[in-house]
């Protein structure tokens, strides 16, 4: 046990050092909100292709230079813990290592857990890597998220989508952190993704539920949404429509969003004319969607400097990553002379 808990540990401050090092903080503060683990692999030089691989989500290669191998066959979340895990071999000086779902399901933060010493680092280290304390701490603070709320399904699976973390990555990700406790994430684990999905969308239902649905609100400024083609997008927007203020959607359509669900609900019951406007929007990518969106709140008679409020995220609803080369490595290789 000795061996693992010093294993975990050098772990751990392997993934802090590349932290500190390309200055991840400050991007994820930025406004990005998951730190990019295919930017960090395009970073080191370490080449990634995905292809589809039966029986393995991914591989090292450490013969003739490092490489990574992953599949296309796993939702985006998979492939980003994947190439973490990946990425923690190359960091740790590991040998190649052909790693398949059984390898990357297994958690080494729990006690008399039997695990393979190299994996059960990698492991750990991608752990670190994508859902460090800080971060958890600052997606709370952004959505005004106490302790309390990570009792909460619905919340743990939006604080995942945040860091582009699989939903019981995230579980796993809180217990180590000890910011809850074992029967609490073990109560937030018998709850599946799927029927956490059902109740945020019970009026529209998504191609398929492997699809994510994010809820935006005014703590998601600057904030990047990641995800597949087929995701789902609700705003739970405040809009002061006694004072004539209405918000505009034009933007969505621009990045190919459609909407598919516009709902107005009055605050007061006592005089719905007029009254402050709960605005829940449902937006699906027509294809894909890509892009900048710049939300206002304001009259329509007036001037986008003078919006009430505003609302800006990137979106990028185009995964799973397929065939080929990393993209930004692609693109890299075409610009050479």
């Known amino acids: 046990m000795p061996d693992v808990r010093k294993a975990i540990l050098e772990a751990a401050l392997a993934a802090n050092r590349l932290h500190a090092s390309h200055g991840v903080k400050k991007k994820v503060k930025s406004g990005v909100g998951r730190i990019d683990v295919f930017g960090l692999l395009a970073a080191l030089d370490i ?116 860091m582009g973390s699989s939903y019981a990555a995230t579980c796993h990700a809180l217990l180590k952190h000890n910011a809850i406790s074992k029967s609490v994430r073990d109560s937030l684990l018998k709850t599946q993704p799927k029927s956490i999905k059902q109740q945020l969308t019970k009026q529209h239902t998504p191609e398929s539920w492997y699809a994510d649905i994010w809820v935006l609100g005014m703590g998601d400024q600057r904030l990047l949404i990641e995800g597949s083609a087929h995701d789902i997008v609700i705003l739970e927007l405040i809009e002061h429509a006694s004072s004539g203020y209405m918000w505009s959607f034009d933007s969505l359509s621009k990045v190919g969003l459609k909407i598919v669900e516009d709902i107005r609900e009055a605050r007061s019951t006592e005089n719905a004319i007029g009254s402050i406007v709960e605005r829940k929007i449902v937006a699906e990518p027509e294809q894909s969607a890509l892009g900048h969106v710049n939300l206002r709140e304001q009259r329509p008679w007036l001037s986008d400097d003078e919006s009430l409020q505003s609302l800006e995220f990137d979106v990028n609803l185009t995964g799973p990553l397929q065939t080929g080369l990393l993209p930004a490595q692609r693109q890299a290789m075409l610009s050479r002379p």
């Open 47 to 162: 080449p990634v292709m995905f292809q589809p691989m039966k029986g393995l989500l991914g591989c090292y290669l450490e013969e003739n230079g490092s490489g990574v191998l992953l599949t296309t066959q796993r939702p985006l979340s998979v492939q980003r813990f994947t190439a973490a895990h990946e990425l923690g071999h190359a960091v740790m000086g590991h040998s190649s290592s052909l790693d398949d779902e059984s390898r990357l399901n297994r958690t080494p933060f729990e006690s008399g857990a039997a695990l393979d010493l190299i994996e059960l680092q990698a492991n750990a280290f991608a752990s670190e890597l994508l859902t460090p304390k800080w971060l958890i701490t600052h997606h709370m603070g952004q959505q005004g998220w106490a302790s309390s709320d990570l009792t909460s399904p619905k919340i743990v699976y939006q604080l995942a989508l945040r």
